[in-house]
């Protein structure tokens, strides 16, 4: 096709994001809507002003075990994410909106979906494989498949380049700190583990998400509990929320009592914790880097962060800590960890696998 105009279409749990980036990948229209109820509408305005596209390329949580590259988007991709539903409840009924829309507004368009799941699908098998029984393991796919590619995908290679790093030898660990929030070991581009696992429900302490829980707990939870009550638990009000009573960890930082100060603590440990089973994955590492909202607006997490971390030879600089939010080295000169701060880049990611797979 050529030279391309992509819309990137970034649903959310809630939200929507909308970008058309130009052939170049310069952003010449963009849009937000916080509160995004899956109807055309936002689209309609948004498209009502923004230049032509000649493509659209779709965020998609979850690809399972089918979906290991960026597809176009046909009836049977529309059914196969949609039979996805149950892993990803938050995000996968909200790219079949995406998708739904855009063919009622630009049909004849091609769509692309694009997958966080895909960056790790190739993670080795010590990684990826839980230790269940192997009739359950292939009867239902069991495997730990992971999220944030796109962004760990993008975040690991512009803080490679920015360093200076031969790219196929890096050893990264990039930080997506959001709403949601991952790790991954990037090592020489390719995922090598991360911290999410068959669902987005794994891993750190998250806005409303519980992270890892002992199943024996949960096991335990289903006798006291029906199965659709201790889902919306986990999914709705653990994390920050479940401890503290906040989702936002503004909130938490700001609100001077004891559940909040309990909620930082525990969600500091765990992101310690898990950065140096990252770094372990990988014999060390190159590169840390912070991802996401949280990643790169909240320096004082970045701090605490690296303070916990010195034996790994991580740490930052104070003056540059607290100056940056944007692609930006945080760490001292000579440090033998470089500690990076990168903006997230989802739509850069999306419009580079749509162009590939139409081009």
Not at 272 to 279: L, V
Request: proline content about 4%; aromatic content about 4%; glycine content about 12%.
């Amino acid at each position: 096709m050529g030279l391309m105009r992509v819309l990137v279409v970034n649903a959310g749990s809630s939200s929507l994001k909308l970008r058309v980036l130009d052939d170049d990948d310069t952003v010449v229209a963009e849009h937000d809507e916080q509160r995004w109820d899956g109807g055309t509408g936002v689209l309609t305005e948004f498209l009502g002003t923004a230049p032509a596209v000649d493509a659209v390329g779709h965020r998609v949580v979850h690809g399972g075990s089918v979906y290991t590259g960026p597809v176009v988007v046909d009836d049977g991709v529309r059914a196969g994410i949609e039979a996805l539903g149950d892993l990803a409840p938050l995000h996968q009924p909200r790219a079949v909106a995406g998708i739904d829309a855009v063919s009622a507004l630009l049909p004849g368009v091609a769509q692309v979906a694009c997958f966080d799941t895909a960056f790790h699908a190739d993670l080795p098998d010590a990684a990826s494989t839980y230790a269940l029984p192997e009739a359950w393991r292939e009867r239902w796919g069991l495997r730990r498949y992971g999220f944030h590619g796109l962004s760990h995908a993008y975040a690991a290679r512009r803080a490679t380049a920015l360093a200076g790093l031969a790219p196929d030898l890096a050893r990264v660990v990039t930080c997506h700190l959001g709403a949601g929030a991952s790790l991954a070991a990037i090592l020489g581009g390719r995922s090598v583990d991360t911290t999410m696992g068959f669902t987005p429900l794994a891993g750190l302490v998250m806005a409303t998400r519980s992270g890892d829980v002992d199943p024996g707990l949960l096991l335990w939870l289903l006798r006291e509990l029906p199965p659709d009550h201790l889902a919306d638990g986990l999914e709705h009000h653990s994390g920050l929320a479940g401890l503290s009573g906040h989702a936002d960890l503004r909130d938490v930082r700001t609100a001077a009592d004891d559940r909040s100060a309990l909620a930082l603590r525990v969600y500091l440990h765990r992101l310690r914790q898990s950065i140096a089973g990252m770094a372990a994955a990988m014999g060390g590492t190159d590169l840390l880097v912070f991802t996401g909202g949280i990643g790169e607006h909240d320096c004082a997490l970045r701090a605490d962060t690296a303070e916990g971390l010195a034996f790994l030879g991580i740490a930052v600089d104070p003056r540059r800590n607290s100056a940056t939010t944007a692609d930006a080295r945080v760490s001292p000169d000579g440090a033998p960890v470089g500690v990076w701060v990168v903006t997230a880049r989802e739509d850069k990611e999306i419009a580079a696998q749509t162009r590939a797979v139409l081009g």
